[in-house]
């Protein structure tokens, strides 16, 4: 969390609605958020996991592009800032996209969406003033650049989210994992994509700020649906398998290192319709032919005590890595962690020892994600 003092935190549009709830607010990228509420991380965790979690997430940075010479132009503008398949990505769909340095380094993850005559994109919150400023940089002949400040974003996640979403907007159901639609409910213009950052099957909801608390509400108001703050929503994702910018991922980290190859399409791969071009694209291209150095692996601690991030890690004698995030894996009952370490030591099965307390215990290499994500394809 954020070393802030509360008097330079940014208030969220629904802070009275999660004091009345009994959250507790602490410092996260500039805002005070909801960590936890009486439930408890542990229970608001499973309860996502079984039911529905609602998540207040407005402390994204959520950004229209509007082409101002068609839209071609645009998705091959933003596509230059990026190793991604912009052009590629149809009307009404949704894609993971990173923000390339020159050195090949990660300057943010995001989500963007064709929504037809412009594209939306969602971006991190520490990262979000940067990002704005690099968009609007690089994209100024192609678009303009529109930061939203009057909208707040929620996720509904956890396999009751759908029916809940369905019983106020029926039809929501046919939506499939990464599509994006708009829909009204009750003059509120809600844009909404099928996505979220915890494993599991649910929507992110972009709402009008005036229509925020009584959206949130209804949906509280629904069965199985309860409030989640940020604890519950980090081991979630860390369950997942999913990075955390600043921790897993920033600019000293490639995303062939972070394990996120997937997510550069054929198109901009060696030999590809449209190959490289993006920033650090022959450091990228050459992991993605050659492999990295080194690699974002899971790991499973031994014992119950978890290992956070900054533990060390060893093999033998010799300091060979860093584990950047660790929990305790509420789904799984066990600690779990991710962090960086050697190619060569990067298969599953193999054993090092991180240091906790000045102590070595022993851990374990493994596959991820943690635990199967649920997502409606």
């Given at each position: 969390?954020?070393?802030?003092?509360?008097?330079?935190?940014?208030?969220?549009?629904?802070?009275?609605?999660?004091?009345?709830?009994?959250?507790?607010?602490?410092?996260?990228?500039?805002?005070?958020?909801?960590?936890?509420?009486?439930?408890?991380?542990?229970?608001?965790?499973?309860?996502?996991?079984?039911?529905?979690?609602?998540?207040?997430?407005?402390?994204?940075?959520?950004?229209?592009?509007?082409?101002?010479?068609?839209?071609?132009?645009?998705?091959?503008?933003?596509?230059?800032?990026?190793?991604?398949?912009?052009?590629?990505?149809?009307?009404?769909?949704?894609?993971?996209?990173?923000?390339?340095?020159?050195?090949?380094?990660?300057?943010?993850?995001?989500?963007?969406?064709?929504?037809?005559?412009?594209?939306?994109?969602?971006?991190?919150?520490?990262?979000?003033?940067?990002?704005?400023?690099?968009?609007?940089?690089?994209?100024?002949?192609?678009?303009?650049?529109?930061?939203?400040?009057?909208?707040?974003?929620?996720?509904?996640?956890?396999?009751?989210?759908?029916?809940?979403?369905?019983?106020?907007?029926?039809?929501?159901?046919?939506?499939?994992?990464?599509?994006?639609?708009?829909?009204?409910?009750?003059?509120?213009?809600?844009?909404?994509?099928?996505s979220g950052y915890t494993g599991e099957d649910g929507f992110e909801i972009s709402v009008p700020n005036a229509h925020l608390r009584r959206f949130a509400d209804t949906l509280l108001a629904e069965p199985g649906v309860a409030p989640i703050g940020l604890?519950?929503?980090?081991?979630?994702?860390?369950?997942?398998?999913?990075?955390?910018?600043?921790?897993?991922?920033?600019?000293?980290?490639?995303?062939?290192?972070?394990?996120?190859?997937?997510?550069?399409?054929?198109?901009?791969?060696?030999?590809?319709?449209?190959?490289?071009?993006?920033?650090?694209?022959?450091?990228?291209?050459?992991?993605?032919?050659?492999?990295?150095?080194?690699?974002?692996?899971?790991?499973?601690?031994?014992?119950?005590?978890?290992?956070?991030?900054?533990?060390?890690?060893?093999?033998?004698?010799?300091?060979?890595?860093?584990?950047?995030?660790?929990?305790?894996?509420?789904?799984?009952?066990?600690?779990?962690?991710?962090?960086?370490?050697?190619?060569?030591?990067?298969?599953?099965?193999?054993?090092?020892?991180?240091?906790?307390?000045?102590?070595?215990?022993?851990?374990?290499?493994?596959?991820?994600?943690?635990?199967?994500?649920?997502?409606?394809?």
């Amino acid at each position: 969390m954020a070393d802030l003092e509360t008097t330079d935190l940014k208030r969220l549009a629904l802070h009275d609605l999660h004091v009345s709830l009994g959250a507790r607010m602490v410092p996260f990228a500039g805002y005070e958020m909801p960590v936890q509420y009486p439930m408890g991380v542990l229970k608001e965790h499973l309860h996502t996991r079984s039911a529905a979690g609602l998540f207040d997430v407005s402390h994204m940075g959520q950004v229209v592009l509007w082409p101002k010479a068609g839209m071609q132009s645009l998705m091959l503008g933003f596509e230059a800032l990026m190793p991604v398949d912009v052009l590629g990505l149809q009307e009404g769909r949704q894609r993971y996209g990173l923000l390339t340095s020159a050195t090949g380094g990660i300057l943010d993850d995001l989500m963007f969406a064709n929504r037809g005559d412009h594209l939306f994109v969602v971006v991190n919150a520490a990262c979000k003033a940067e990002d704005i400023a690099h968009l609007k940089a690089h994209l100024s002949p192609v678009a303009e650049v529109m930061p939203i400040a009057d909208r707040g974003l929620l996720a509904l996640q956890g396999p009751d989210a759908e029916g809940a979403l369905s019983r106020l907007l029926p039809g929501i159901e046919t939506m499939r994992f990464m599509d994006v639609a708009t829909r009204d409910w009750t003059g509120a213009e809600l844009w909404i994509s099928r996505s979220g950052y915890t494993g599991e099957d649910g929507f992110e909801i972009s709402v009008p700020n005036a229509h925020l608390r009584r959206f949130a509400d209804t949906l509280l108001a629904e069965p199985g649906v309860a409030p989640i703050g940020l604890g519950a929503r980090d081991s979630l994702r860390l369950e997942a398998g999913l990075c955390l910018y600043g921790h897993d991922i920033d600019t000293t980290t490639s995303p062939i290192e972070a394990g996120l190859a997937w997510a550069i399409q054929k198109s901009r791969r060696t030999c590809g319709a449209r190959s490289g071009g993006f920033p650090g694209a022959e450091r990228i291209l050459t992991e993605l032919a050659d492999g990295p150095d080194r690699c974002r692996v899971g790991l499973r601690p031994e014992g119950r005590a978890p290992m956070r991030d900054g533990t060390v890690l060893y093999n033998g004698d010799t300091e060979i890595g860093i584990i950047t995030s660790g929990g305790f894996g509420p789904s799984v009952e066990a600690p779990i962690a991710m962090g960086y370490v050697p190619a060569a030591l990067s298969a599953s099965g193999t054993r090092l020892e991180g240091e906790v307390r000045g102590k070595r215990l022993p851990v374990t290499v493994c596959d991820l994600p943690f635990r199967p994500s649920t997502y409606k394809r």
